[in-house]
């Protein structure tokens, strides 16, 4: 059973769309199961009905033109209750609708099972048979287990049709959207410019070739490379290992001399294609026919294939690699898009950034809000191959992607997007005045910072200090580790910027999902690992170099905050203090007039919680963490877009958390901060100061429209509120009574602008 599951999912997989795969699906259940009818109907939006899309054993005239009202029939039932029909006579079931073209009234027996993806039923298929037997459990269970299976792949396939603005059935459709998880608020309308990572053959977009012989030439001479290193490395490993091994590069040597391969991809270059386009759709064909050969040994070909065309596509890349060309009105889509990728693109041309992974509190995403520029996150089903060069609208509130707009809902986001121009201009105003209440409490507004570019965008917004300096972006955006002078460069910077203000500069906080490319950390639960302080306390000469380089950076300004990222007991405290007081120590004794800096704790994980009184004896501040407080109090992770419905910052167990945080610091008189992105939310910026913290540090973009909430709300009311709130027990019942509290003090425009869950 498990190996004809295996067969039909890789032979659906290979298929070229969304037809083809259909027809192998009905062809392969019926003969799996040994019925008489297999039959996939797929609701179609345009139509608002489940279209018989592919049969076996149906009137073939049918499919394509059948099509049943949602609600009707048996199909319609089964889609309705998302649930499996078994029956043994259909006809004789009140919801039985027949449908002459079909030539089904010799069948009886039915089982229809729904197409499940993310919640939504795409389809139902259905198997019949004539005898008058019901279809057992094993037969039900097999069919809900491949209809589970093969969901993903239709969704893919139609959403493929629905970029090209083709409906399941076949129809023009326009307004396709693609949904995913709100990154950072604002609308772009734009084309896309595809990213993807070195030598990786599954992410290399379709794109056109500019100059075909051009093309070839660089596919001619990359082969020519590999097939010199092939040869170079038979002849060098002569003798060093066993034959086999060695045997492995006549292989690709075969391969490559015997052209089939070379020749497939220059046809499909003379087509149009890129080089690299080209040589990804050949291997990709290559690598799935060996996949699914039933012969071992030529299965493994797979793998060689696989290799090989990865080393010709890396050649392709490094060698006369045409530079990306960036549109004036980009919409920067990648599979998982990095810092790296975002600081390619000029800060002019970028309008908006799409990452199939990640969710909204992923690094990529925090950094984009930090930009201002609008962003999709976690568009699992998004064509991405097929999407260079397209214009699409970008909807960062709601976290959409539209393809083929229509005017109407193309006229609808222009206006959109004046109004943001508007309230935005509008804010501008704020920027002089002090963040008070209406009832004159004093609220501290400072920024995260990371990107040389936050500087000036923070200052001019009215940035009252730096309460988070994520120094681990300019690690990100370095090909090895910065030296020490370097870094002191980097930090000297930004502490000139901001001085007299105070910048909080963190240690580095890597692993989660920031990864140097330099420093692999590779684990199978990377946000509970080796992150911050830990890698830092296991490797003190980072350490060590980076508190030096802030150190010596401050010299003069002394304006200089540290902060230890991710501690979850006081030995990371004490062992941190020690290399900083020892750091200090040398600089001394190297003839540096260095004064030393406050030093904070980050509460990010819940041990820190219920530790904030003996931490925050410890150092001289503490800083709320949210983001990564928010993943660990609720156990869902900031990543991932499948459980982004449950990350909530307004979840009570958070809103608890924060209090007790605040209050306990405040018993040891420690000065309390929180740096997540909920203290740029400005419905939680109202409960965060009624809570009593006392700097809230949020992302540059954020800033006027925290200030102009603040400035509407009086210390009382958002005390009320927060009072109100702390006796709610669910999320989106508090989210409601923030929201009605700003509707009230007449700021409701800002609601829909910025949100974190
Ligand atoms: C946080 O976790 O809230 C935080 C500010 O750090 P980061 O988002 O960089 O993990
Ligand atoms: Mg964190």
Not at 63 to 75: D, F, T
Not at 624 to 644: C, E, I, K, M, W
Not at 668 to 677: A, R, T
Not at 685 to 698: E, Y
Request: glycine content about 8%.
């Amino acid at each position: 059973m498990l190996e004809q599951l295996r067969g039909i999912v890789q032979e659906v997989n290979a298929a070229q769309d969304l037809q083809s795969a259909l027809d192998i699906i009905v062809r392969r259940v019926r003969e799996s199961l040994a019925t008489e009818v297999c039959s996939i109907f797929l609701y179609d939006t345009d139509l608002n009905a489940h279209v018989l899309m592919a049969s076996e054993g149906l009137n073939k005239e049918a499919v394509g033109h059948v099509s049943l009202a949602v609600g009707e029939g048996l199909v319609g039932l089964v889609a309705k209750h998302a649930e499996p029909i078994n029956l043994r006579d259909a006809s004789t079931h009140p919801s039985f609708h027949y449908i002459q073209e079909t030539g089904e009234e010799s069948f009886h027996s039915f089982l229809g099972v729904p197409i499940i993806h993310h919640r939504n039923v795409l389809g139902v298929v259905v198997v019949q048979h004539a005898q008058l037997r019901g279809f057992d459990e094993g037969e039900e269970a097999f069919l809900i287990t491949l209809s589970a299976q093969l969901a993903g792949v239709i969704a893919s396939a139609e959403a493929t049709g629905a970029i090209e603005g083709v409906s399941p059935s076949g129809h023009k459709i326009s307004d396709t959207v693609f949904g995913g998880v709100s990154g950072a608020s604002g609308v772009a309308i734009g084309k896309i410019v595809v990213v993807f990572p070195k030598a990786n053959l599954y992410q290399v977009p379709v794109r056109r070739a500019r100059d075909i012989d051009q093309e070839i030439g660089y596919f001619t001479s990359s082969l020519n490379k590999v097939r010199d290193d092939m040869r170079n490395m038979h002849e060098r490993l002569a003798g060093r290992v066993a034959e086999e091994e060695r045997q492995l590069f006549d292989v690709y040597l075969h391969m490559l001399d015997d052209d089939a391969l070379g020749n497939e991809v220059v046809e499909r270059i003379r087509s149009g294609h890129w080089a690299q386009g080209a040589l990804a759709e050949v291997a990709r064909e290559h690598v799935r026919t060996f996949e699914m050969m039933s012969d071992e040994y030529l299965r493994e070909r797979a793998v060689d294939i696989k290799d090989l065309c990865s080393r010709v596509l890396f050649y392709l890349q490094q060698g006369e690699q045409v530079e990306t060309e960036y549109f004036e009105d980009t919409i920067l889509v990648g599979e998982e898009v990095t810092p790296a990728m975002l600081a390619e693109v000029s800060k002019s041309k970028l309008k908006g950034i799409v990452s199939v992974k990640g969710s909204g509190n992923s690094h990529v995403a925090i950094l984009a809000r930090t930009m201002g520029i609008p962003t999709v996150m976690g568009v699992v089903d998004l064509p991405i191959n097929q999407l260079d060069g397209r214009e699409v609208i970008l909807d960062g509130y709601k976290g959409e992607i539209i393809g083929n707009p229509s005017d109407t809902v193309r006229t609808r986001y222009e206006n959109t997007i004046k109004e943001q121009a508007e309230l935005i201009a509008d804010l501008e105003e704020l920027k002089d005045l002090p963040c008070i209440t209406a009832d004159d409490h004093r609220v501290h507004l400072w920024v995260n910072t990371g990107l040389i570019a936050d500087v000036a965008h923070s200052l001019d917004q009215g940035a009252e200090g730096v309460g988070l300096f994520r120094t681990e972006v300019p690690f990100l955006l370095s090909e090895r580790f910065p030296s020490e002078q370097e870094q002191t460069d980097i930090y000297r910077e930004q502490l000139a910027a901001f001085s007299p203000m105070p910048v909080t500069m963190r240690t580095l906080d890597i692993g989660g999902d920031k990864a140097l490319s330099y420093f692999p950390i590779e684990e199978e639960n990377p946000f509970l690992g080796w992150r911050g302080i830990r890698v830092t306390l296991d490797h003190p000469e980072i350490f060590t170099a980076q508190i030096r380089a802030m150190m010596r950076a401050s010299i003069g300004l002394e304006n200089l905050q540290i902060m230890l990222p991710m501690i979850s007991n006081v030995n990371e405290v004490n062992s941190s203090m020690q290399l900083i007081k020892k750091a200090h120590r040398e600089l001394t004794q190297e003839g540096l007039e260095v004064k030393f800096p406050p030093v904070g704790v980050m509460i990010e994980v819940p041990a820190a919680v219920y530790q904030t009184r003996a931490l925050a004896s410890m150092v001289d501040f503490v800083s709320v963490g949210s983001n990564d407080l928010t993943q660990y109090l609720l156990a869902v992770d900031r990543n991932n877009p499948r459980v982004a419905n449950l990350y909530s910052a307004f979840h009570p167990a958070v809103l608890h958390a924060l209090y007790h945080v605040v209050s306990e610091a405040q018993k040891v008189g420690k000065q309390v901060s929180i740096c997540g992105e909920m203290a740029g939310d400005p419905g939680a910026a109202v409960l965060l100061l009624a809570m009593g913290f006392d700097v809230l540090s949020m992302n540059a973009a954020t800033l006027l429209k925290v200030k102009s909430v603040i400035r509407s709300v009086s210390l009382d009311a958002a005390q009320d509120l927060l009072d109100q709130v702390m006796q709610m027990d669910d999320a989106q019942m508090i989210r409601s009574a923030v929201d009605l509290t700003l509707y009230n003090a007449g700021v409701d425009r800002l609601l829909r602008s910025s949100r974190t869950n």
